[in-house]
């Protein structure tokens, strides 16, 4: 970076300094202009929730972004993922003013982490996926006489087939336990259709 001493902010122990240094680095191409802008409106926001005896040192305010953030949410009713954005945010403007302050010749800036980069996985996204369909029994022939618990296959209009097995003894009321149990497997179920086949049963 060239002329890292050309920054003549305000006073360096206070807020004015923090957002005078995020938007000449946005001039000098550290920032993009809409990060410098979002990383000025989130310091505002958290340190705007600060008492008149509170600290706006840079120092100071930097351990209590957490704090900060979680009192602002109060206030403003704010959802999780606002208040995560502002903290980070501010934790990162904060960051990056003192680093400058420490050493201007070396500062480059941090990096926000690209989308879906250093993120942990979900427990969701650690189970395998599984790629093969469960194994079924093989259909009856055309020829053979269907038995108990014996696989039966309804054909759909577009080729592809539906396989079920149902016991010779099975009762009317457990067929429609059954149809209330698969139903929801349909790609376009919706749980307007349970109350729909529940009135057809009457």
Known sequence: MTNVHAINSPDKTTIDAVLHFVTEMGKRGEYSAN?????????????????????????????????????WGVRNSAKPETIATYVQRSRRALTDFIAYQEDPASFRGTKRAPKGKDRRPSEEEKKPLRTTAPALPPAPSANSKVAADEVRTFPLPDGRSIKFSIPLDVKRDELAKYMLHILPLAVDFSPDDVQLFRMSER
């Open 35 to 71: 990060t410098a802008r979002l990383l000025n409106n989130a310091v505002t926001q958290l340190v705007s929730i600060l008492a008149d005896d509170e600290s706006r040192n840079p120092l100071n305010l930097l351990p209590m972004v957490e704090d900060l953030g979680r009192r």
